[in-house]
Nanobody, 127 residues
Framework: QVQLVESGGGLVQAGGSLRLSCAASGRTLSRYDMGYAMGWFRQPPGKEREFVSALSRSGGNTYYGSPAKGRFTISRDNAKNTVYLQMNSLKPEDTAVYYC????????????????WGQGTQVTVFS
């Protein structure tokens, strides 16, 4: 089993920045960089969950959904078993619950293909 705990959400003015963190734990997570793709999804109010960004299992490849390109950066700290999502130039349309996810398979934009999820952290951007 893999446990994921997000943090770092909050209220921010448009144009501001936030950094989300996802702390991963579990009996296999000492090798999470070898066995799991790590990703971020978000779910705006009244909408479906959408892909934001992900790291491949090896960590050598990064992926970004359209809303994130050029503004968000995904990274990880293996020593801390933590994945980060740096979000800059935030817009009101970025308002959503942001979820961290882990998958044993390859990176995919399909939320149903990710096996492990955190509880989510709320991000609210006001103008």
């Amino acid at each position: 089993q893999v446990q994921l705990v997000e943090s770092g959400g909050g209220l921010v003015q448009a144009g501001g920045s936030l950094r989300l963190s996802c702390a991963a734990s579990g009996r296999t997570l000492s090798r999470y960089d070898m066995g799991y793709a790590m990703g971020w999804f978000r779910q705006p109010p009244g909408k479906e969950r959408e892909f934001v960004s992900a790291l491949s299992r090896s960590g050598g490849n990064t992926y970004y959904g359209s809303p994130a390109k050029g503004r968000f950066t995904i990274s990880r700290d293996n020593a801390k078993n933590t994945v980060y999502l740096q979000m800059n130039s935030l817009k009101p349309e970025d308002t959503a619950v942001y979820y961290c996810a882990a998958a044993q398979g390859p990176v995919t934009t399909r939320a149903d293909m990710w096996g492990y999820w955190g509880q989510g952290t709320q991000v609210t951007v006001f103008s």
